[in-house]
C-alpha cells in the first residue's frame, strides 16, 4: 500500500536523481563547449578532452545509485511498503546529501574541468595533473554520497500495519 | 608483450651517395631519424641540390587531386541525355591502397606526364572557374529583367521626349491602391500597370508641366524610376540569356568530361605527392646531419632487432659507409615501439588514447587490456546486446579493409561484445527479457538460459555492488604491485616495502575485519593487520622530510591517502550503475513494445519500436561503457604506476598520406 511515508521517500528518489542529473547535466555541457572549442583547432586532443569532460558526470551516477537504494528499500519491484511519515522523512532527508551536494559539486567540478580544458589546450603533456585536479573536486560529491548511503541504507524502516 | 629496446645508429656516408643510402634506410622501414650529437666541429647537413620549388609542387599535386575530386562530384550529379547519374562509390571505411617501394621509387620517372596532366588539370579548373561567371553574370541579369517580363515594347523606349515624360517606374506593393486612387482623380495622364514581383511595375506617360504636380506625391509613395539600355523586349532578353547560360552549361559538361578523362592519373597524383612530402620530411631532417666536405654523418633510432637488417640492407647499397650500434643513454628520448600479441594488440587503442608508454615503461597494454574486457561485459550487462555487437563487429573486421587504428578499436568493441555476452548469462539479462517468467510460460530455452544465472543484479543489488567494488579493489591493489614490483626491479626493495607494502597491509587488514561473518579469529588478526599497516604509513612516508616532528607529521597527513582510495574504490560503482542503466532501458523498451504488439494497428510499430529502441539503447551504452571504462582505466590504474609521456615509433618514410608501401 501506497502512503504518505512512502510517497516521502519517492521525493526523496525524486531529488537525488533529478538534482544531480541537473547538475552533471550543467557540468559536463560547459566542459563540452570548451572542449568542442578545443577540438576545432586541436582534433587530435579530442580524446582527452572528452574524458575531462566525463569527469563531471560521477554525481549523477551517484544520485542514480541513491535513488535506486531508496527504491530497493521501499520495495518497488514487489509489493511497496507502506511507510510511516516518520520513515518516509527519514528516506527524504537521507536523500539530500546526494541530491544537493552532487548538484553544486557538479557544477564547480565542470569549473575546474573547463580550465583543465584549457591546460590540455596548452600543454597537452601535463593532462594527468588537470584530470588529478578536476577529479579533487569529487572527493566532496563522494563524501556527500557516502552520508546518504548510510541513512538511506542502515536504517530500520517502520511501516503502517 | 613488451616495449621493444631501442638501439641508435650513427653512420658516415658520401654526400654522392646520401640519397641513395637515405632510399636504402626507407625501404628498411625500421628506423627513426634523430639529432645527430657531437661531432661539433662540423657543420650542420645542407642539401646539395636546391629545391626549392618542392613545396611548390606538393600544392600543385594537392589541388590537381582536389580538382580531379570535385569534378568526379559534379559530373556525378549532372545528369546526360538518357543516362543514369553514375553514383560515386564511397567505401565504408577509408584506406590507403598499398604499393611496393620500387613502385614508390620509380614515380619520379613519370613525372613530367603527371606534371603535364596537373597542368591542363588547372588550365581547365580556371575556365570552369570563368564558366561559373559567366553563368551567374547571366542569372543576374535576367534577374534584373525578370521584374519587367510583361512589357512587350524594347527597353530602352520609355525615354523623354521635349515635352512628355515617359517613365518605367517600380513602387513597393504596398502602395498600390494610394497609387491607382491618385492618379484615377488625374487627367491627361497614361499609366499602365504590371505585376510584378513585391512590387508594382508601372509606366506613366504625363506632360512636363503635369509631372512636377504628380513628383510629390510619386516621390511620397517611394517611387523609383529605372532606366535600361537594352533594345529588346524583355521575354526576348530572357530567352538570349537562358541560351547563353544552356551553352555555357553544355561546354562545362564538356570540360568536366575532359577533367574526368585524367582520372586514370588519380593515383599517380597522388602518390608523386605521397613521394614529394617524404622528400620535403627528409629535406628538413637533414639540418639535422652534420656534414664535411664530402661525407656527412646521421643518426637515427633503430630497435635492436633489426640492427641485423639495418646492416645488410645498407651494405647492399654501398661498401663505402661506416656503420655503427649504440646503446641508449640517459638523455636520449627514444620513441616507443610497441608489440603485443593479436589479442592484446587492439587494446593498445585504449592506452594510446591517454599516452602511448615512454621507453623506460612497463607496458600496460596486457593489464589495461584484462581489466578493460572485464569490466566492458558488466557495464553492457546484457547478453543478447553483447551478442548482437560481436557478431556486427566481427562481421566489419572480416569484410571491410581499414586503417590499423580503427581495426584496433573495432577490435576491442567486438572483444567487449564477448564480454558482455558472458556477463549477460551471468546476469541473466538477454534483450531486457525477463527469463523467470518465460521460463514459466513453457519456454525450454529460457529454462536453460535461466540455469545459467547467478544472480539479478536488480533483484540483488547489495552483492552487485559488492562485486563491482570488490573488482575495483582488485584492480586497484593490482596498480599498487605493479609499482612495487617496477620499484624492485629498479632495486629500491626497501621503497617498495614502505610505500606499497604497508597500503598492502592496511586494506588486507580492513579486509580481514569485514569477514567476521566466516571466523571468530580473522577480524581480530585483521585489526592487528590493519593497524600495523597504519604504524608502517605514519613512520615512513614522511621519509624524505627532515626532523623527526616533520617525518611523523608527514607520515600523519598521508593517511588522508585514505580517502582518495575510498573515492577510487566507490568510483567503481560506476559498473554497477552503467549496467543498470542499459538493463532497466531495455526494460522499457521491451514494455513499450509488448504494449504496442498486444493490439493489431500499433503492432508494426511495436516491432519498430523495438529495433530502434534496442539498437539506440546498444549504441548509447557501448559508447558509455567504452569511455566510461578508459577513464577507469586511466585514473584509476593508471594513476598507480604509470606516467606515460612517450610517443610512438615513426618509421622513416611511413608517414604517407595516400599509400602504404610494402
Not at chain 2, 206 to 232: N, P, W
Not at chain 2, 302 to 308: A, F, G, L
Not at chain 2, 541 to 567: M, P
Request: net charge neutral; hydrophobic share 45%; aromatic share 10%.
Amino acid at each position: 500500500m501506497i502512503t504518505t511515508g512512502t510517497c516521502l521517500a519517492i521525493i526523496g528518489m525524486v531529488l537525488a536523481v533529478l538534482l544531480s542529473g541537473i547538475g552533471s547535466a550543467i557540468g559536463v555541457a560547459k566542459a563540452g563547449q570548451a572542449a568542442s572549442g578545443l577540438v576545432s583547432e586541436s582534433p587530435d586532443k579530442f580524446m582527452k578532452a572528452f574524458l575531462l569532460q566525463l569527469l563531471p558526470g560521477t554525481q549523477g551516477l551517484y544520485g542514480l545509485l541513491i535513488g535506486f537504494l531508496v527504491l530497493m528499500r521501499i520495495n518497488i519491484f514487489g509489493d511497496v511498503l507502506a511507510l510511516t511519515d516518520q520513515s518516509g522523512y527519514l528516506m527524504l532527508y537521507g536523500c539530500l546529501p546526494a541530491a544537493l551536494g552532487g548538484l553544486i559539486t557538479a557544477i564547480y567540478q565542470s569549473k575546474v574541468a573547463v580550465s583543465s580544458i584549457g591546460l590540455l589546450a596548452k600543454r597537452p603533456e601535463e593532462f594527468t595533473k588537470g584530470m588529478m585536479m578536476t577529479v579533487m573536486v569529487e572527493t566532496y560529491a563522494l563524501f556527500a554520497a557516502i552520508m546518504s548511503f548510510i541513512v538511506v541504507f542502515m536504517p530500520n524502516l517502520q511501516t503502517i500495519s | 608483450m613488451a616495449i621493444v629496446k631501442m638501439s641508435k645508429l650513427r653512420l658516415l656516408g658520401l654526400k654522392k651517395q646520401q640519397n641513395k643510402i637515405l632510399a636504402a634506410l626507407q625501404q628498411t622501414k625500421s628506423i627513426e631519424l634523430k639529432k645527430t650529437e657531437d661531432f661539433d666541429f662540423l657543420a650542420s647537413g645542407t642539401d646539395i641540390h636546391n629545391d626549392e620549388d618542392l613545396n611548390e609542387k606538393l600544392s600543385r599535386l594537392t589541388s590537381a587531386i582536389h580538382i580531379l575530386e570535385e569534378a568526379e562530384k559534379q559530373s556525378a550529379l549532372q545528369k546526360t541525355e538518357g543516362e543514369k547519374p553514375q553514383k560515386v562509390k564511397k567505401p565504408l571505411f577509408s584506406v590507403r591502397s598499398s604499393i611496393s617501394f620500387n613502385q614508390f621509387k620509380m614515380i619520379t620517372e613519370n613525372e613530367y606526364e603527371i606534371f603535364s596532366a596537373v597542368s591542363e588539370l588547372e588550365s581547365c579548373s580556371e575556365k570552369l572557374l570563368l564558366f561559373k561567371n559567366e553563368i551567374s553574370k547571366h542569372e543576374s541579369i535576367i534577374e534584373q529583367i525578370k521584374n519587367f517580363s510583361e512589357i512587350d515594347v524594347p527597353l530602352n523606349m520609355f525615354k523623354d521626349t521635349a515635352n512628355t515624360k515617359i517613365m518605367l517606374c517600380t513602387l513597393p506593393a504596398e502602395f498600390e491602391k494610394p497609387l491607382t486612387e491618385f492618379f484615377e482623380k488625374q487627367q491627361r495622364v497614361i499609366i499602365q500597370k504590371y505585376k510584378g514581383i513585391g512590387q508594382v511595375v508601372f509606366v506613366l506617360i504625363c506632360t512636363k508641366e503635369d509631372y512636377t504636380a504628380f513628383s510629390e506625391k510619386l516621390t511620397q509613395l517611394s517611387f523609383s524610376r529605372i532606366f535600361f539600355d537594352y533594345d529588346k523586349t524583355p521575354s526576348e532578353l530572357i530567352n538570349t540569356h537562358k541560351q547563353q547560360i544552356e551553352y555555357i552549361k553544355e561546354q562545362r559538361a564538356a570540360l568536366l568530361g575532359k577533367i574526368m578523362r585524367h582520372k586514370p592519373m588519380l593515383s599517380d597524383i597522388k602518390l608523386l605527392y605521397d613521394y614529394y612530402n617524404i622528400a620535403v620530411y627528409t629535406k628538413e631532417q637533414k639540418k639535422n646531419f652534420k656534414s664535411s666536405a664530402s661525407t656527412f654523418i646521421l643518426e637515427a633510432f633503430v630497435p635492436e632487432e633489426s640492427i641485423e637488417a639495418v646492416q645488410q640492407t645498407l651494405k647492399k647499397e654501398t661498401p663505402n659507409i661506416l656503420i655503427e650500434f649504440s646503446e641508449i643513454n640517459e638523455q636520449d628520448n627514444p620513441p616507443t615501439y610497441v608489440r603485443n600479441n593479436a589479442l592484446v594488440k587492439p587494446f593498445e587503442a585504449v592506452t594510446d588514447m591517454y599516452s602511448p608508454p615512454s621507453h623506460n615503461d612497463r607496458d600496460p597494454n596486457l593489464y589495461a587490456g584484462i581489466f578493460f574486457f572485464i569490466f566492458f561485459g558488466i557495464m553492457l550487462s546484457d547478453a543478447g546486446y553483447g551478442l548482437v555487437l560481436a557478431i556486427v563487429c566481427f562481421f566489419l573486421l572480416k569484410k571491410f579493409s581499414m586503417e590499423d587504428a580503427t581495426r584496433k578499436v573495432i577490435t576491442v568493441i567486438a572483444l567487449g561484445g564477448i564480454s558482455t555476452l558472458l556477463w549477460g548469462t551471468v546476469f541473466g539479462g538477454w534483450f531486457g527479457i525477463d527469463l523467470a517468467v518465460a521460463a514459466d510460460n513453457g519456454s525450454a530455452l529460457a529454462a536453460f538460459l535461466n540455469s545459467l544465472k547467478w544472480f539479478n543484479p536488480l533483484e540483488e543489488p547489495l552483492l552487485m555492488m559488492a562485486l563491482c567494488l570488490g573488482l575495483g579493489v582488485f584492480q586497484i591493489l593490482f596498480g599498487l604491485g605493479l609499482k612495487g614490483a617496477d620499484l624492485i626491479k629498479k632495486g629500491k626493495t626497501l621503497d617498495a616495502l614502505m610505500d606499497v607494502g604497508s597500503w598492502y597491509l592496511l586494506f588486507i587488514g580492513i579486509g580481514l575485519m569485514a569477514l567476521g561473518s566466516f571466523s571468530k579469529s580473522l577480524p581480530e588478526i585483521g585489526k592487528y593487520v590493519a593497524i600495523s599497516g597504519l604504524v608502517l604509513l605514519v613512520l615512513t612516508q614522511g621519509r624524505e622530510k627532515k626532523g623527526i616532528f616533520a617525518k611523523i607529521g608527514k607520515g600523519f597527513t598521508s593517511l588522508y591517502g585514505i580517502v582518495g582510495y575510498i573515492g577510487d574504490i566507490i568510483s567503481y560503482s560506476r559498473l554497477f550503475g552503467l549496467g543498470l542503466a542499459s538493463g532497466v532501458v531495455g526494460l522499457i523498451m521491451n514494455t513499450l513494445a509488448n504494449l504496442m504488439l498486444g493490439t493489431w494497428y500499433l503492432a508494426l510499430f511495436g516491432v519498430i519500436v523495438l529495433i530502434v529502441g534496442h539498437g539506440f539503447n546498444i549504441g548509447i551504452n557501448v559508447l558509455g561503457a567504452y569511455v566510461h571504462n578508459s577513464r577507469l582505466q586511466y585514473v584509476e590504474f593508471f594513476s598507480r604506476f604509470y606516467t606515460g609521456g612517450g610517443r610512438t615509433f615513426v618509421p622513416y618514410g611511413s608517414k604517407l598520406k595516400y599509400h602504404i608501401v610494402k
